[in-house]
């Protein structure tokens, strides 16, 4: 056997190898999309299906006939769009907030050098170790020694003073940027918040995206905390609102169905709308410790 046989059927070996590794993770990847879309597919189909055909068996993925008026009931079941409102109300603001608010505190963990940084910092991170279970009972007694109970109050003032999870989001993005920007700035006689404000939020803007994002979502779909600080119906937000309806009117299932795939539709479209800033945003994050 020559060297160029040799050479050759190496190669072949190895492109053989590359296509199975290829096919595997390709069909790995389609597995587990199949796993995901499938609740997303019966959620939907459920929603456009006649009350005979919820609980059939064997189960009807395809409905027929298409039941569109499904929808039109269910904002008029609930008072979805007085939820809808209730549901902005929290979640624009506590997203804004924390995004600005956030990305305030890291650049002073990231950017300014002062004494004890590195432990004030260790001690912010460490308390995401702390489930919000173990501050529940605490925090209610002082909102309610303030008398927020029953407003949003609760909800929204907090994020005025950031979130553990995104400052360390922040300043791992900050931290990754050269110092050398700073330094000129400051030699051009620029103040640290004209620094903050016109230098570093510009180049900052895939993790602000991604903080954005992920708080809009989490307050989008907070359901623990409207419980425990809202006590009007009309004050509810989409998610408490669906629960109670469901509790105290019964299972209209199909209509639930369809009023949980008008709260999800929004969510999937701002996620694939700000899908390259978003991923972005999280890879950048990791480049420097």
């Given at each position: ?7 050759s ?8 190898q ?15 999309g199949?796993?995901v879309?499938v ?21 009807v ?22 939820y ?5 109300t ?5 997203t804004?907030?924390t995004?600005?608010?956030s990305?305030?505190?890291a ?6 050098q002062w004494?004890?940084?590195d ?6 991170i ?19 020694n ?31 940027l ?17 620094i ?11 993790a ?16 623990l ?42 969510i ?22």
């Amino acid at each position: 056997m020559t060297l160029n046989t040799l050479s050759s059927n190496r190669w072949r070996s190895k492109r053989r190898q590359e296509i199975v590794r290829v096919v595997l993770v390709t069909l790995l990847r389609v597995a587990l999309g199949f796993m995901v879309a499938v609740p997303f597919f019966w959620l939907v189909t459920t929603s456009l299906k006649p009350e005979n055909q919820l609980f059939r068996v064997p189960v009807v993925w395809i409905p027929q006939p298409i039941m569109w008026s499904n929808y039109v009931r269910a904002v008029q079941y609930i008072p979805f769009f007085t939820y809808l409102k209730n549901t902005l109300t929290i979640a624009v603001p506590a997203t804004v907030f924390t995004t600005v608010s956030s990305s305030f505190v890291a650049y002073g963990f990231s950017r300014i050098q002062w004494p004890g940084r590195d432990a004030v910092f260790m001690v912010l991170i460490s308390t995401m170790m702390l489930p919000y279970q173990v501050t529940m009972v605490p925090l209610f007694v002082v909102f309610k020694n303030l008398g927020w109970i029953d407003t949003y109050r609760p909800l929204v003032v907090p994020t005025l003073f950031g979130g553990a999870f995104y400052i360390f989001l922040i300043r791992q993005f900050l931290m990754s940027l050269p110092m050398d920007l700073q330094d000129a700035a400051r030699i051009d006689g620029c103040s640290e918040l004209r620094i903050y404000a016109q230098i570093m939020l510009p180049l900052t803007k895939p993790a602000l995206a991604t903080t954005a994002l992920l708080t809009f979502i989490g307050y989008w779909n907070e359901f623990l905390m409207p419980l425990i600080y809202i006590n009007t119906n009309d004050k509810f937000p989409l998610a408490l609102g669906l629960q109670q309806f469901q509790r105290q009117y019964g299972a209209e299932w199909a209509l639930l169905m369809a009023a949980s795939t008008l709260m999800t539709i929004p969510i999937i479209i701002l996620f694939f709308a700000t899908q390259k800033t978003f991923i972005r945003g999280i890879a950048l994050t990791g480049i420097k410790g």
